[in-house]
């Protein structure tokens, strides 16, 4: 059973780097490609951006100058790093896993972490 | 970026009802939507991939059709368990983008 976890600060300041971790177990991350997704405290669902098996890696253009999603699979692990945070990006962050269905080109996230609020707020 | 906008933004309804969200989107994106179930308080649920394929271990009384820009989600016979928020989401084109949502609450 395929499982994700998230952990990290549930407090950051503004200006400062928001840094998250997702845990994966029950799969090796080497064999799928993972992402990032924020929910807002109004219930609005962001896409932030993918990290690939390979390394290689697909940002949101809207968060792309302030996000790094690295990998570290000698942890089975998948980070992500949000530069310069205001209070906007004040949200639920969820890891998420991105299949693909069979060989066709539809996508999904089918199994998501749990979630981790984090607050931007001196 | 597209925009999927979903209606209504809210519904109330009773245990039994047949219950309808319709999705929006604003370019044709063929039938690359999927739809989450989101129960309060708890993690988003894939219901249907591929705009009409139901994912592995969700009730057939879960039905989604439509493509180009307008899509649906049917929930047949509303049971206790479906009171939840549901989203559309498209995966046509980065970035992906989400519903604002339809809650679904007891009338």
């Known amino acids: 059973q395929v499982q994700l976890q998230e952990s990290g600060p549930g407090l950051v300041k503004p200006s400062e780097t928001l840094s998250l971790t997702c845990t994966v177990s029950?799969?090796?991350?080497?064999?799928?490609?993972w992402s990032w997704i924020r929910q807002f405290p109004g219930k609005g669902l962001e896409w932030i951006g993918f990290?690939?098996?390979?390394?290689?890696?697909q940002y949101n253009p809207s968060l792309q100058s302030r996000v790094t999603t690295p990998l570290d699979t000698s942890k089975n692990q998948f980070s992500l790093k949000l530069r310069s945070v205001t209070a906007a990006d004040t949200a639920v962050y969820y890891c998420?896993?991105?299949?693909?269905?069979?060989?066709?080109?539809?996508?999904?996230?089918?199994?998501w972490g749990q979630g981790t609020m984090v607050t931007v707020s001196s | 970026d597209i925009q999927m906008t979903q209606s209504p933004a809210s519904l109330s309804a009773s245990v039994g009802d047949r219950v309808t969200i319709t999705c929006r989107a604003s370019?044709?994106?063929?039938?690359?939507v999927n739809w989450y179930q989101q129960e309060p308080g708890k993690v988003p649920k894939l219901l249907i991939y591929?705009?009409?394929s139901l994912q592995s271990g969700v009730p057939s009384r879960f039905s989604g059709s439509g493509s180009g820009t307008d899509f649906i989600l049917i929930i047949n016979s509303l049971q206790p368990e479906d009171f939840a928020t549901y989203y559309c989401?498209?995966?046509?084109?980065?970035?992906?983008?989400f519903g604002q949502g339809t809650k679904v609450d007891v009338k």
């Open positions: 998420a896993r991105r299949i693909q269905i069979s060989t066709s080109p539809v996508f999904a996230f089918d199994i």
């Open positions: 029950g799969a090796s991350i080497s064999h799928y490609h």
């Open positions: 990290v690939y098996y390979g390394g290689s890696t």
């Open positions: 370019q044709s994106i063929g039938t690359y």
């Open positions: 591929g705009a009409s």
């Open positions: 989401h498209q995966t046509y084109t980065t970035p992906w983008t």
